[in-house]
């Protein structure tokens, strides 16, 4: 019951802590660490310390270099 209160939670965020964006995306944290440090994906650390995740842009980003439907047909 508290996972599907956290989930439901997470799902009305907006603005997303780095722990809440690795458990949304599905990444292991050390991956996700390595996107923000290679700057691939679109976060924000206002404070110099802390990262936040913009969930619309994150949703954006996870939803770029989609596959031609051909290529599962292959």
Not at 4 to 21: D, G, I, P, R, W
Not at 36 to 63: V, Y
Request: charged content about 20%; proline content about 3%.
């Amino acid at each position: 019951k508290i996972t599907e209160l956290q989930a439901n939670f997470l799902s009305q965020n907006t603005v997303l802590t780095f722990e809440e964006a690795a458990r949304y995306t599905g990444f292991s944290r050390s991956y996700l660490y390595k996107l923000t440090h290679l700057q691939k994906i679109p976060c924000s650390k206002p404070a110099g310390k802390m990262l936040f995740f913009d969930r619309a842009e994150l949703e954006n980003w996870l939803l770029t270099n989609q596959v031609n439907e051909s290529w599962y047909n292959e």
